[in-house]
C-alpha cells in the first residue's frame, strides 16, 4: 500500500512521492515561511539551508545527503555563533535537518486538512517512538485540532517562540507526523 500521508518520519519521502499536491504544499512553505534560529542567522546561511529542504522535498536529495550539505554549507566556523555549544551542540546539522523537515511536512498536512474545511487531525504512534516521549504520551494515537497544532508549529518553529505546549515535532528526532483523520 502506498501512503498519501506519512504514518511517521520515515515515510515522508514515500508520502511526497505519492502526495503532489502535499509536496506541493510543503515546497511552498519552506520558500516563504520563516525559519527561527541561531544556525541560520547571516550572511546566506538561511538562503542555503532554504535550497538543501528544497532538494529534499522535490525528492532531489535524502535525509542523509541533506544533513551532509547542512554541515557543508552552514559550516560552524561561518557562524556569528560559531562559540556557541548550545547552538553547535554535537549533531547539530541533523537536529536542524530532521526538525525542520518534519515541521514542514507536518505544516504542509496541517494546513491542507483546514484547507478541506476540517479541524480534526490524528498522530499516529510511530512504529520507532520512544514511548517515554511526552510526544508519545500526550500526542500519539488521539485527534487533535489542526489549528491549534498549526499556531503552535507556526509560533515555535516559524516566530521563535518556544514554549513546552506539545506539538510535532516535539523534539529533534521526533518520528510523529500528522495525519487526516479518516
Known sequence: MTASYAKDFHEIPESLTNNYSLKRKALDLVQSEPIAGKVTTGGSRLEDFREILIDFFDLQIDLDAAIAETEHRLPRQHSMFSGDNRVFA?????????????????????????????????????????????????????????????????????DGEWNNERKLPDHPHCTHTFSPVS
Open 90 to 158: 554535537s549533531g547539530w546539522a541533523e537536529r536542524l535537518v530532521r526538525t525542520q523537515v518534519s515541521r514542514f511536512y507536518n505544516q504542509a498536512v496541517l494546513e491542507t486538512i483546514i484547507e478541506s474545511g476540517s479541524d480534526d487531525c490524528f498522530v499516529d504512534h510511530s512504529s520507532s517512538e520512544q514511548a517515554l516521549s511526552k510526544c508519545s504520551q500526550q500526542l500519539a494515537g488521539a485527534n487533535h485540532s489542526a489549528r491549534v497544532m498549526l499556531e503552535r508549529i507556526k509560533s515555535s518553529y516559524g
